[in-house]
Protein backbone atom coordinates (compact mmCIF):
# COMPACT_ATOMS: atom_id res chain seq x y z
CA UNK A 1 0.00 0.00 0.00
CA UNK A 2 2.99 2.33 0.79
CA UNK A 3 4.06 2.28 -2.66
CA UNK A 4 0.51 2.84 -4.32
CA UNK A 5 0.55 6.00 -1.99
CA UNK A 6 3.53 7.26 -3.15
CA UNK A 7 2.74 6.83 -6.78
CA UNK A 8 -0.13 8.67 -6.09
CA UNK A 9 1.71 11.36 -4.64
CA UNK A 10 4.29 11.11 -7.19
CA UNK A 11 1.67 11.70 -9.89
CA UNK A 12 -0.14 14.71 -8.30
CA UNK A 13 3.14 16.31 -7.74
CA UNK A 14 4.41 15.77 -11.28
CA UNK A 15 0.63 16.89 -12.74
CA UNK A 16 0.76 20.18 -14.93
CA UNK A 17 -1.46 22.57 -14.39
CA UNK A 18 -3.67 22.99 -16.62
CA UNK A 19 -2.66 24.64 -19.97
CA UNK A 20 0.54 25.58 -17.56
CA UNK A 21 -1.60 28.28 -16.17
CA UNK A 22 -0.10 29.94 -13.43
CA UNK A 23 -0.95 28.57 -9.49
CA UNK A 24 -2.15 30.62 -6.71
CA UNK A 25 -1.30 29.61 -3.15
CA UNK A 26 -4.83 28.43 -1.23
CA UNK A 27 -5.46 27.93 2.33
CA UNK A 28 -8.28 25.42 3.44
CA UNK A 29 -9.91 24.21 6.53
CA UNK A 30 -13.09 21.83 6.98
CA UNK A 31 -13.79 18.32 8.04
CA UNK A 32 -13.50 15.75 4.90
CA UNK A 33 -11.01 13.37 3.55
CA UNK A 34 -9.01 16.39 2.03
CA UNK A 35 -8.72 18.24 5.10
CA UNK A 36 -7.29 14.91 6.64
CA UNK A 37 -10.29 14.57 9.11
CA UNK A 38 -10.84 18.07 10.91
CA UNK A 39 -8.25 20.22 9.86
CA UNK A 40 -6.26 22.44 7.25
CA UNK A 41 -4.53 22.07 3.76
CA UNK A 42 -2.38 24.11 1.59
CA UNK A 43 -2.64 24.35 -2.09
CA UNK A 44 -1.93 25.30 -5.57
CA UNK A 45 -5.13 26.62 -7.63
CA UNK A 46 -5.45 27.00 -11.30
CA UNK A 47 -8.21 27.79 -13.36
CA UNK A 48 -9.43 23.93 -12.51
CA UNK A 49 -7.15 22.43 -10.74
CA UNK A 50 -6.61 22.09 -6.89
CA UNK A 51 -3.19 20.35 -5.56
CA UNK A 52 -3.50 19.91 -2.01
CA UNK A 53 -1.07 18.68 1.26
CA UNK A 54 -3.43 18.43 4.60
CA UNK A 55 -2.81 18.19 8.22
CA UNK A 56 -5.59 17.12 10.18
CA UNK A 57 -7.43 15.04 13.24
CA UNK A 58 -9.83 12.33 12.36
CA UNK A 59 -10.30 11.52 16.49
CA UNK A 60 -8.87 12.98 19.73
CA UNK A 61 -10.25 11.69 22.81
CA UNK A 62 -9.38 10.88 26.69
CA UNK A 63 -9.93 8.76 28.94
CA UNK A 64 -9.18 8.69 32.74
CA UNK A 65 -8.97 4.66 32.50
CA UNK A 66 -7.57 4.23 29.55
CA UNK A 67 -5.51 7.57 28.75
CA UNK A 68 -4.72 9.64 24.90
CA UNK A 69 -6.21 8.06 21.63
CA UNK A 70 -5.74 9.89 18.66
CA UNK A 71 -5.60 9.65 14.98
CA UNK A 72 -4.22 12.69 13.10
CA UNK A 73 -1.74 12.60 9.82
CA UNK A 74 -1.40 14.22 6.41
CA UNK A 75 -2.15 13.24 2.84
CA UNK A 76 -1.82 14.97 -0.75
CA UNK A 77 -4.56 15.41 -3.39
CA UNK A 78 -5.79 16.76 -6.19
CA UNK A 79 -9.19 18.17 -7.26
CA UNK A 80 -10.12 18.86 -10.95
CA UNK A 81 -13.01 20.86 -11.93
CA UNK A 82 -15.32 21.60 -14.90
CA UNK A 83 -15.86 17.75 -15.19
CA UNK A 84 -19.77 18.82 -16.53
CA UNK A 85 -17.99 21.53 -18.68
CA UNK A 86 -22.02 22.92 -19.20
CA UNK A 87 -22.21 23.96 -15.45
CA UNK A 88 -19.15 25.50 -15.39
CA UNK A 89 -16.36 24.83 -13.00
CA UNK A 90 -18.57 23.90 -9.75
CA UNK A 91 -18.35 20.33 -10.19
CA UNK A 92 -14.98 18.59 -9.77
CA UNK A 93 -13.83 15.29 -8.86
CA UNK A 94 -10.63 14.31 -6.87
CA UNK A 95 -8.20 11.84 -5.78
CA UNK A 96 -7.18 11.94 -1.68
CA UNK A 97 -4.26 9.33 -0.22
CA UNK A 98 -4.08 10.05 3.42
CA UNK A 99 -1.84 8.77 6.30
CA UNK A 100 -2.83 8.60 9.59
CA UNK A 101 -1.46 7.89 12.72
CA UNK A 102 -3.01 5.80 15.53
CA UNK A 103 -1.61 6.58 18.79
CA UNK A 104 -2.53 5.19 22.40
CA UNK A 105 -1.09 6.65 25.53
CA UNK A 106 -1.99 5.14 28.60
CA UNK A 107 0.97 7.52 30.29
CA UNK A 108 3.11 3.69 30.63
CA UNK A 109 6.70 3.97 28.83
CA UNK A 110 5.45 1.98 26.09
CA UNK A 111 3.24 3.92 23.63
CA UNK A 112 1.15 1.84 20.99
CA UNK A 113 1.35 3.78 17.37
CA UNK A 114 0.05 2.22 14.44
CA UNK A 115 0.03 3.67 11.11
CA UNK A 116 -3.30 3.69 8.73
CA UNK A 117 -3.45 3.82 4.96
CA UNK A 118 -6.46 5.56 2.81
CA UNK A 119 -6.97 6.50 -0.48
CA UNK A 120 -10.61 8.74 -1.33
CA UNK A 121 -11.95 9.20 -4.40
CA UNK A 122 -14.85 12.62 -3.68
CA UNK A 123 -17.12 14.61 -5.83
CA UNK A 124 -17.03 18.27 -4.60
CA UNK A 125 -19.20 21.53 -5.42
CA UNK A 126 -17.44 24.68 -5.12
CA UNK A 127 -20.43 27.34 -4.82
CA UNK A 128 -17.64 30.06 -6.99
CA UNK A 129 -15.59 27.07 -8.75
CA UNK A 130 -12.69 25.42 -8.17
CA UNK A 131 -10.67 28.54 -9.16
CA UNK A 132 -11.83 30.71 -6.64
CA UNK A 133 -11.84 31.22 -2.67
CA UNK A 134 -15.33 30.27 -1.63
CA UNK A 135 -17.13 27.07 0.35
CA UNK A 136 -17.07 23.61 -0.70
CA UNK A 137 -19.73 20.65 0.01
CA UNK A 138 -19.61 17.16 -0.97
CA UNK A 139 -18.93 13.62 -0.67
CA UNK A 140 -16.32 10.77 -0.89
CA UNK A 141 -18.53 7.61 -1.74
CA UNK A 142 -15.39 5.37 -2.14
CA UNK A 143 -12.29 5.19 0.18
CA UNK A 144 -9.59 2.35 0.13
CA UNK A 145 -8.68 1.41 3.92
CA UNK A 146 -4.93 -0.62 3.60
CA UNK A 147 -6.45 -2.83 6.59
CA UNK A 148 -9.94 -2.88 5.38
CA UNK A 149 -9.80 -3.05 2.35
CA UNK A 150 -12.83 -0.69 -0.23
CA UNK A 151 -15.17 1.18 2.02
CA UNK A 152 -18.30 2.50 0.26
CA UNK A 153 -20.56 4.73 1.85
CA UNK A 154 -20.41 8.50 2.12
CA UNK A 155 -18.61 10.42 3.76
CA UNK A 156 -18.40 14.18 4.30
CA UNK A 157 -16.73 17.24 2.52
CA UNK A 158 -17.62 20.45 3.74
CA UNK A 159 -15.13 23.20 4.08
CA UNK A 160 -13.82 26.46 2.51
CA UNK A 161 -10.85 27.76 0.48
CA UNK A 162 -9.30 31.02 0.63
Not at 2 to 16: D, G, H, Y
Not at 66 to 77: E, P, T
Not at 91 to 109: E, R
Request: aromatic letters at 12%.
Amino acid sequence: MQVILKAVALFILLMPMQNGASADVTVGMGISPWHSGIGLNVGLRGERDLKTVSFGCATIYYSSVHGWDAKCGGGIGWIRGGILPRLGDNHALGVHANAFSLIHDSGSPERNVKTEYRLDVSYIYFFRGVGKPGFHIGSSPLSYEYNEGLRVGPSIVLGYQF
